[in-house]
Nanobody, 117 residues
Framework: QVTLVESGGGLVQPGESLTLSCEAPTDIFTKYTIGWYRQLPGKQRERDPVARVNLLGQVAYGDSANGRFTISRDPVKNTVWMHMNSLQPEDTAAYYC?????????WGQGTQVTVSA
């Protein structure tokens, strides 16, 4: 089995920032687009990503990013980062990285972001 290692979540106050990371094996990291998805408290994981980045470094964002988030990939560390600025309570969710591999779903374990005054 392929394991994706996520980290970077935590508890912050409104207006603060976090950076999430997702590390993948080299043979996976170098082949596919990688995205971040969120699951709001008491809800199903959303179908559309918060952000995604392809092998060329081209990025796309969902509406919830609202100009505040930046996704990038680091080929040296085999890691995708999502820097989240100006976090608000409505951003509170579990965030999961996902590998866009056509033959099977490949998800990280999730990392919790909690924004509370």
């Amino acid at each position: 089995q392929v394991t994706l290692v996520e980290s970077g979540g935590g508890l912050v106050q409104p207006g603060e920032s976090l950076t999430l990371s997702c590390e993948a094996p080299t043979d996976i990291f170098t082949k596919y687009t990688i995205g971040w998805y969120r699951q709001l408290p008491g809800k199903q994981r959303e179908r559309d990503p918060v952000a995604r980045v392809n092998l060329l470094g081209q990025v796309a964002y969902g509406d919830s990013a609202n100009g505040r988030f930046t996704i990038s990939r680091d080929p040296v560390k085999n890691t995708v980062w999502m820097h989240m600025n100006s976090l608000q309570p409505e951003d509170t969710a579990a965030y999961y990285c996902y590998i866009y591999r056509p033959t099977e779903a490949l998800w990280g374990q999730g990392t919790q972001v909690t924004v509370s005054a």
